[in-house]
């Protein structure tokens, strides 16, 4: 007993106000209006209290009040996916319906990671592995469910802190699950010191634990100086990094006058639209062109409809002749409506010569019912101005299994129309400068109702333009070389090796319990 209350009053306690705190620092730890210090303390939080359960039944507690808290808190974040541009009770649904399933990952996450700490005591564990779980289950099974979601790559932790760029450029090495790993293991580490530096009820005389018969005080060890040196040198280690990646991105040495920095650019126009007809986009093109001198013209997604195969036939030798005559490169989108289910396409050419036609590969769920999915491809071609050119639609680039065939094909330059609703903008733009960094490519991206802009591999924004319909506008595209990352080469490796670790130690933890012929309590 405790000041004469039981200590499974203590125990509801604590479950009641974590409960509360994870849902609130949940609110705001991904989505939309996501601060990355809430996402780190939430995961120091959830971390810290996944070591308190002492038994089956608060085990199973505990894992629901956190499952509820997280999922609820993450709805919120992600409140307003699907308003385009009411809130309705059915887009309302649906966003807390996703967010609820992608909150599944965290289950098996809160389960093993007590598991582990109670396996720490049976002294069968070593003592790293107790803030090495939550991150390599979080990590791992994030990396799954993202493999296999038809959204891609949509509520993922680690998005959250594009904004941190010391940090953010790990993702050139390991993907956005690098950055989630991190997180969740420095804050995982920080709150195991908090937990064993608070008072230890389980060899406190005073206190009667209820049902711990089987768990002997844990002897204090001299392995956390040892992890506390390894953390340190990890941190440092990944802070240089990417400090070093983003202060000089023209690897030129030493101190060098912008003369001799600044990339090559050349001028291109963004040109807004959604439904516009075949005339007035050759207009705004040719006017782009000519008046303008843009050296690359990008139209945003689906900026005409085309309901015959004659507009189909007139709009793209029109703008091969623009092409021609002006000696630009071009990406064109456009709606087909005939022939069959509906595509969703761009057309890339060059000095009036078609380079590809690609087909949108990933059409987003619900909202493009009716559109026909392309070829799981990325297509690429060489361009006389910017090297190998490649393209993609706006939601085909929330998907980095998929992008990362650009990677491999050494892409200079990716071009992404888009169009986007609601408040998703800054965070798909996010999203699609994620994968600039990731595959060692610069972006230009062209976007009705959201951030249009041109990213660079080492997270530059060389330009960003927050427009609406029927308007354009101009940025300087930068003419560099690919660049090699390991990500491009592999992928996501680091995922799929937490994903693994996690797997290989819950079937140890399985055997070792079996072999010891006993039940925890």
Known sequence: RVHGGTFVDVMKLALFVGGFLVFVLSCFSAGFQALPIFCWLQNALISFMVRMPQTKSQLFAF??????????????????????????AENVAGAMAYCFMISLLMVPCLVLSTIVEWAHFKHFLPHHFRYLIFPITWTGAQTVMFYVSPVGSWGHQGYTFFSFGS?????????VAGVTFFVAWTASFASLQLFE??????????????NYKWMPPSPRSTEPNLSLRLFVAIVVAVFLYGDIRALNPQVTFFQKSVDDTAPKTLQGSCLLGTTESVDSMLSKTTHHAQSIGSKVILWSETAAHLKHESDKERLLEGMRNISSQFQIL?????????????KNMLTVMEDGKDLFDYQKAHPV????????????????????????????????????????????????LMLQPSWTWGPIRQLHAHMAATRAMENGFNLFRC???????????????FASYEGLVSTGYIAQIPVTSHVTTLYSAVGEWFGWLCFSVAVVLAAFLTYRWVKLGRSVH
């Open 63 to 88: 894992t629901v009040v956190l499952y509820l808290s997280f999922a609820f808190g993450v709805s919120i974040g992600y409140l307003g996916i699907f308003n385009d541009p009411n809130w309705t």
């Open 167 to 175: 940090l953010y450029e790990l993702v050139s090495l390991t993907g």
């Open 197 to 210: 530096a608070a008072p230890n009820v389980m060899s406190d005389p005073n206190v009667e634990v209820l």
């Open 330 to 342: 071009i990406g064109v989108t456009y709606q087909e409506e005939f022939g069959g289910p509906m």
């Open 365 to 412: 769920p619900e909202v493009e019912k009716g559109v026909q999915p392309g070829p799981d491809v990325v297509k690429t071609a060489s361009s006389r101005m910017f090297g190998r050119v490649s393209g993609a639609i706006c939601f085909d680039l929330d998907f980095p299994n998929f992008i990362q065939q650009a990677g491999r094909k050494n892409v200079d």
């Open 447 to 461: 976007s009705s109702f959201g951030v249009s802009g041109t990213f660079g591999t080492y997270q530059q924004t």
